[in-house]
């Protein structure tokens, strides 16, 4: 039996700073990676095509969904975004934990393709928090930060629906809050069995 890795769906609302703990969990941990999803957005400036993002014409991205290529897909404003099954499970299949950037919608649809899933939900420390994250840097009107606030309470109502719960206050607790998760899934009997089988039918026989 070779070795599985564990797919991850990390989901939080806006401002709770989800992409940087990502970011950092996987710079500092071997053996995890992050998902690039597809999308139909134009390019900006100083990113690049396959880091950032797989950057693919709306034509391209349908005749994916039409090839059931994608695990989860979804239409934000005018644009589409989609996570590539294939890469995905060839991924998990190499050994290698996959991070999955993804919102609630996205979540749920992942978990019906793929069991054993692990939901983690990363939560800003307090509603003032979050409100002043969402402000920015005060540009933005009162109706704009009022959606994004509804927006980001919808988001926050579905924490439920993960396995864990990272609160994002102290940057550097919450890092290693999210690092433990990755350690204790590894540690589970079953990888454990994957991963030193030989071992472990050395020291039984």
């Known amino acids: 039996m070779s070795y599985q890795g564990t797919l991850y769906t990390v989901s939080a609302p806006s401002g709770a700073g989800k992409t940087s703990l990502v970011k950092a969990l996987a710079d500092s941990t ?23 993002y797989h950057f693919v014409s709306h034509e391209q991205f349908a005749s994916m969904v039409e090839q059931s290529s994608f695990l989860e897909h979804a239409q934000v404003f005018t644009n589409y975004y989609g996570t590539s099954t294939k890469w995905v499970e060839e991924s998990l299949a190499s050994g290698v934990d996959v991070i999955l950037e993804i919102d609630w ?24 928090a979050l409100l002043e994250r969402l402000t920015g840097r005060g540009q933005d009107g009162e109706a704009v930060i ?21 609160i994002n206050d102290d940057f550097d607790v919450a890092l290693t809050e999210f690092r433990s ?3 204790a899934q590894r540690q589970k009997l079953e990888k454990q069995q994957q991963k030193h089988q030989d071992l472990l039918q050395e020291l039984l026989s």
């Open 181 to 183: 998760i990755v350690v």
């Open 30 to 52: 071997d053996g995890i990676c992050v998902s690039v999803s597809h999308t139909t957005r134009p390019i900006r400036p100083g990113e690049e095509n396959g880091v950032n």
């Open 105 to 128: 919608q996205g979540a749920q649809q992942v978990r019906k393709h793929i069991p054993g899933t692990v939901g983690v939900f990363i939560l800003p420390p307090s509603r003032p």
């Open 146 to 166: 009022a959606a994004r606030m509804a927006e980001a309470e919808n988001e926050i109502s579905h924490f439920v629906e993960a396995d864990y719960l990272v």
